[in-house]
């Protein structure tokens, strides 16, 4: 059960997002449960014993309370996102990629609902938080981004440029480029990255030449997901 | 080397080492007090800066094109005086529309829109060098006003507008008197400095329309939870500067029980009393019938402050 912590003093979740979030969470009963203010401490703990995440709002009162429940997820690993109306953009944990540290309200009421409709599509899934954070549209945003990262790399390469050992196993550039590949073939993208991997291995190319592929790749894994 | 040109990197990268760039290694500063901070400290530090190359995306998993949020501060930020007129080069390999229709569509800050302003470039990471020696509009004040300002459309991100709302309401009082305040320190947020940058246009400071006090002085009273921050240093400009400068004065008081408790209205010429006063938000009205029979009373409430 995912546990979102509101308190909706001024009933912004039925006001403020173009939607009643209060009507559209009622769709996911088994999913998601909203809680506008703590009863128990002991309440509490049942909560945290059976989170699959915990979504809480950075001015959820009182604020020693919140920053308990945000202690203790992040102690149980469940995953954390806290949004707030104070930061423009999204600020994601350094060390532990299940925590966003914060996020736009607005953003993240926007997110949630395809989210939560992708949740229950896909039960079998285990929850990630990047995808309420990248939208529906969580392959195309990354590979957008994966492709602007590349290109820089790349061109700063221009001159240099070597498949092998600029793509050397762990380096992100090659866990950016593998995940082209989870996009574009989810069920073996292992064996078409190594034949990828195999071609640009035995095969002299240019940095630009090089990027050229990879723009391919993320306008068909745009084809494919929009 | 070019140090006349900087542009901002992230780790191993370092287009700045190969070009002969200004490298300005990024911090993953991602608040806009973080950014004011930065861009600040940056430009105190390399004064030869007159070109700047900023990716689109800065930061770890970035959907939220913070580049373009620096930039913004850049242009937006009056102390950089004339360097936030230089020209900013963005790097993506999206185009223009593609950023704003993912902006659109993601209800994200709309901060793409600076792309379509004068003084600005996007291009491709391999364009790079090229754009950097053959880009070089500067803009001008006055196409900051006309031709750039206009095209922002930038909204406010703090949860509690109603502060925004005072703080920018005392800036824009002390405008019109012509004073500087030095009890409320500029916010950094950027939709402020975008409303702060496009008063300019407008406002000059005014002159007063007399009130026939100016001999006794105006003896007022200020009930505002914000009078220090700003509002009692304007106000007080304002008696002293305008009506008399010996005998007016300015009594604050900066919570309700004070001023409930307080009977002593009698003798003032003009009270300003904040209508959203806390801890009894809305009921300040309420109680200033019952409990005053003073003719001069000036409402005030943020939003008032602000556009008013």
């Not at chain 2, 500067?138 to 196409?143: A, M």
Request: net charge negative.
């Amino acid at each position: 059960m995912i546990y979102l912590f509101d308190d909706n003093e001024f009933g912004q979740m039925s006001s403020n997002y173009g939607v009643d979030m209060l009507e559209e969470l009622s769709n996911f009963p088994k999913l998601i449960k909203h809680i506008n203010k703590v009863a128990k401490n002991e309440e509490l703990d049942d909560m945290l014993k059976i989170a699959t995440a915990i979504f809480i709002h950075a001015s959820f009162s009182p604020s020693k309370l919140k920053d308990y429940i945000c202690k203790k997820a992040e102690e149980r690993h469940i995953p954390l996102v806290v949004f707030t109306g104070q930061e423009p953009t999204t600020i994601w944990d350094d060390k532990n990629p299940k925590i966003i540290r914060k996020i736009k309200k607005d953003r993240f009421y926007h997110y949630l609902i395809p989210f939560l409709k992708h949740c229950q599509e896909y039960p079998q899934e285990s929850l990630e938080i990047r995808k309420l954070v990248f939208g529906k549209n969580y392959e195309v945003e990354k590979s957008l981004i994966i492709q602007d990262r590349l290109g820089l790399f790349l061109s700063f390469r221009t001159d240099i440029f070597n498949y092998e050992s600029d793509f050397k196993i762990s380096t992100q550039e090659r866990k950016d480029l593998l995940e082209l590949f989870f996009f574009l073939y989810p069920e073996n993208y292992e064996i078409e990255f190594l034949n990828f991997h195999n071609r640009f291995k035995n095969q002299q190319t240019d940095a630009r030449s090089f990027f050229i592929e990879i723009k391919n790749l993320v306008s068909t894994i745009i084809h494919i997901y929009e | 080397m070019n140090n006349q040109i900087a542009i901002i990197e992230e780790h191993k990268i370092s287009l700045g080492e190969k070009f002969g760039f200004t490298r300005l290694e990024y911090l993953q500063e991602v608040t806009d007090q973080k950014i004011d901070e930065w861009i600040n400290q940056i430009f105190d530090q390399h004064s030869t800066i007159e070109k700047i190359i900023i990716p689109a995306r800065l930061g770890k998993d970035d959907t939220d094109y913070t580049g373009l949020r620096v930039g913004l501060h850049i242009r937006l930020t009056k102390r950089l005086n004339a360097k936030r007129l230089i020209p900013i080069i963005f790097v993506s390999e999206q185009t223009k529309s593609e950023i704003i229709s993912n902006q659109i569509e993601n209800n994200k800050e709309k901060t793409g829109y600076l792309l379509f302003t004068p003084g600005v470039k996007l291009v491709s990471s391999f364009d790079i060098k090229t754009a950097a020696e053959t880009f070089n509009t500067t803009i001008s004040e006055h196409e900051m006003k006309i031709l750039v300002l206009p095209k922002l459309i930038l909204t406010n991100q703090r949860e509690q507008g109603h502060q925004l709302a005072n703080e920018w309401g005392a800036f824009r009082l002390a405008k019109f008197a012509g004073k500087e305040l030095t009890t409320l320190k500029l916010p950094p947020d950027l939709y402020f400095k975008y409303q702060f940058a496009k008063t300019d246009i407008n406002i000059q400071p005014q002159k007063v329309s007399f009130i026939g006090l100016e001999k006794k002085g105006c003896n007022a009273l200020l009930i505002d939870d914000y009078a220090e921050k700003g509002w009692a240093e304007v106000l007080e400009h304002i008696l002293r500067s305008h009506i008399n400068p010996h005998r007016s004065k300015l009594e604050i008081m900066t919570n309700f029980e004070d001023a409930y408790a307080s009977q002593n209205y009698e003798d003032k010429d003009i009270i300003f009393l904040d209508l959203r006063l806390k801890p009894e938000e809305d009921k300040a009205s309420e109680w200033a019938q019952t409990k005053l029979s003073h003719p001069w009373i000036n409402f005030c409430v943020g939003s008032r402050k602000l556009w008013g």
